[in-house]
C-alpha cells in the first residue's frame, strides 16, 4: 500500500491540497547566453536537471542588472509554492548583490538555500568584504563549489562547503590520443585582460622560431577592453599575423570542432577557479598547457594530465610546446590521462551528486 501523497515510483503527486514542490528547484543565476554572453555552468544544469525527473525554474534572463533582479526577486516570491529549494549562483562584484538580495527574499519565504560558488576572484573579494560573506555562506543549508580551491579559500566563512565539479556532456567532445603533437594550437576565453590573450600571442611567436608551420585559433567573443585590437597589433608586430585565426564567440556546440582541429590548449588566465574550457580539451585528448593561477592547480596535475607554469611565462609555455612536438616528453602519457580525468566530470555522475545534495537539503 503506498503511503498517502505518493506515486508508484515514490514521487510527491497532487492530492488536491496544494502544489508538488518536493522535485521543484528553483535555480537563479544569468541566464544571458541570448544576450550574448558567455554561457553559464546554470544553464547546462538546468536541463540535466530536468531529464533527472526534476521540475526547474530559472531566472533570471534580462539583460539589465537591475531589471534582472527585480526579475529574481518577483519569480522568487510570486513562485514560491512552485519549488521546494532554491540553488543561487554567487560570484564576486556587482553580482554578489543580487545573490544576497535573492537569499533574504528565500529566507522570508523560508525556502531551504544551495549556494554554488563561482569565479576565481571570489577569495579576493571574500578578504575586502568577510562579513558580507559570511553572513551570506550563513543563510544556505549547503554551499558547494566547483573547485577545492575555492572551497579551500572560502573555508574561513563557512565550514562544509561541498565540492560539486562543473560538468560537461563527454560524448559531444571527440577524444583523440595525441601522440605525435604537432605545432597547432588552440585558446578558447573571452577576448579581455582578465584572461591574458596576448600571452598566447607570444607564445606562437616563440614555437613558430622553431616550428614555421605553428598556427594558434583564438575562439572567444570580444569583452571591449582593448584586448583584441592589443593581440592583432602584437601579432603584426611579432611577424606572426598570418599564424593566427581570430575566430570571435562560436556557440556552445561548435567548441569542440575547434578543438578538435589542435593539439595544445593553451590556458593563459591571470585569475581562475576551475574553467570549463580546460576540461573540455582534455576531454578531447589535447595536451592542456595553462598558468598556475587560482585553482587551476587543483585541476591540472602538472605532469600528467597538463602542464602549469607561472601566470605570464610564454618562455615556458613554448618550451613545453617544442619538446613535445619534438618527441621528448610524454605526450601521449598527458593526452590519455587528462581524458581519463575528464570523464569523472561527465553530467551524469555530476547530476547524481547535485540528486543527493537536493534531496537532501529539501527534505
Request: proline content about 6%.
Amino acid at each position: 500500500m503506498l503511503a498517502p501523497g505518493c506515486s508508484a515510483r515514490g514521487l510527491p503527486v497532487d492530492d488536491g491540497c496544494g502544489p508538488v514542490v518536493d522535485r521543484a528547484v528553483l535555480l537563479i543565476g544569468n541566464f544571458l547566453t541570448q544576450h550574448g554572453a558567455a554561457r553559464q555552468v546554470c544553464e547546462d544544469l538546468a536541463p540535466r536537471l530536468e531529464a533527472d525527473g526534476w521540475r526547474v525554474i530559472t531566472v533570471s534572463s534580462r539583460s539589465g542588472r537591475l531589471s534582472r533582479l527585480a526579475d529574481m526577486v518577483l519569480t522568487i516570491t510570486a513562485r514560491r509554492r512552485d519549488y521546494g529549494v532554491a540553488l543561487v549562483d554567487v560570484f564576486s562584484g556587482p553580482s554578489f548583490v543580487w545573490a544576497e538580495a535573492a537569499c533574504l527574499a528565500l529566507a522570508a519565504m523560508r525556502k531551504p538555500i544551495v549556494l554554488t560558488m563561482h569565479g576565481g576572484n571570489l577569495p579576493t573579494f571574500a578578504r575586502r568584504h568577510p562579513h558580507r560573506v559570511q553572513r551570506l555562506l550563513g543563510m544556505a543549508r549547503a554551499v558547494t563549489a566547483p573547485s577545492a580551491f575555492l572551497a579551500d579559500a572560502l573555508a574561513p566563512y563557512r565550514t562544509g562547503i561541498q565540492v560539486l565539479p562543473n560538468g560537461i556532456d563527454l560524448a559531444s567532445y571527440p577524444f583523440r590520443v595525441r601522440r605525435d603533437p604537432q605545432p597547432r594550437m588552440v585558446w578558447v576565453r573571452s577576448m579581455h585582460a582578465m584572461y591574458d590573450p596576448a600571452v598566447a600571442i607570444r607564445v606562437l611567436s616563440l614555437v613558430s622560431r622553431r616550428h614555421p608551420q605553428a598556427s594558434l585559433d583564438m575562439v572567444g567573443p570580444d569583452k571591449g577592453d582593448g584586448s583584441l585590437a592589443g593581440c592583432r597589433r602584437l601579432a603584426e608586430d611579432l611577424g606572426v599575423l598570418d599564424l593566427v585565426r581570430f575566430v570571435g564567440g562560436v556557440a556552445k556546440d561548435q567548441v569542440p570542432n575547434w578543438l578538435s582541429r589542435s593539439d595544445f590548449f593553451l590556458n593563459t588566465t591571470t585569475v581562475d577557479n576551475a574553467p570549463v574550457s580546460v576540461v573540455e580539451a582534455m576531454a578531447c585528448g589535447l595536451i592542456v598547457v595553462s598558468t598556475n593561477a587560482g585553482g587551476l592547480p587543483n585541476l591540472i596535475d602538472h605532469g600528467r594530465t597538463g602542464y602549469l607554469l607561472p601566470v605570464g611565462d610564454a618562455q615556458g609555455m613554448a618550451d613545453i610546446i617544442i619538446k613535445a612536438c619534438g618527441g621528448e616528453t610524454g605526450a601521449r602519457a598527458v593526452s590519455e590521462a587528462g581524458h581519463m580525468d575528464a570523464s569523472s566530470r561527465d553530467w551524469p555522475c555530476v547530476v547524481a551528486q547535485w540528486r543527493g545534495l537536493l534531496q537532501e537539503v529539501g527534505a
